[in-house]
Nanobody, 122 residues
Framework: QLQASGGGLVQAGGSLRLSCAAS????????TGWFRQAPGKEREFVAA????????YYADSVKGRFTISRDNAKNTVDLQMSSLKPEDTAVYYC?????????????????WGQGTQVTVSS
């Protein structure tokens, strides 16, 4: 089970830190990703991190502004979001997969959290 938290309302240029907590499984066995879905749009890839945390991947739209990290001892994966823009407004979901590839695709993920709302005002 995945639980996402940390969303909220922030002004453009501000920062938020999302956290995804896992229970019931060995989190270190799963690559973890963050996706987001804005109203009327499809769910899109934001960032992913490998099982060990050694490798990270980002969508071009967030590269340089967002940082994904994980703490396998605490079974958590965080997404630090900085320089937020109104277009970052969406529901953010964390997801986990035992697969070793295709992390950009939501179809690769077997487990999903419930989502947390991020709203960036202009």
């Amino acid at each position: 089970q995945l639980q996402a938290s940390g969303g909220g309302l922030v002004q453009a240029g501000g920062s938020l830190r999302l956290s995804c907590a896992a229970s019931g499984r060995t989190f270190s066995s799963y690559a973890t990703g963050w996706f987001r879905q804005a109203p009327g749009k499809e769910r899109e890839f934001v960032a992913a991190i490998s099982r060990s945390g050694a490798f990270t991947y980002y969508a071009d739209s967030v590269k340089g502004r967002f940082t994904i990290s994980r703490d396998n001892a605490k079974n958590t994966v965080d997404l630090q979001m900085s320089s937020l823009k109104p277009e970052d407004t969406a529901v953010y979901y964390c997801a986990a997969t035992p697969r070793a590839s295709d992390w950009f695709s939501r179809r690769a993920y077997d487990y999903w959290g419930q989502g947390t709302q991020v709203t960036v005002s202009s």
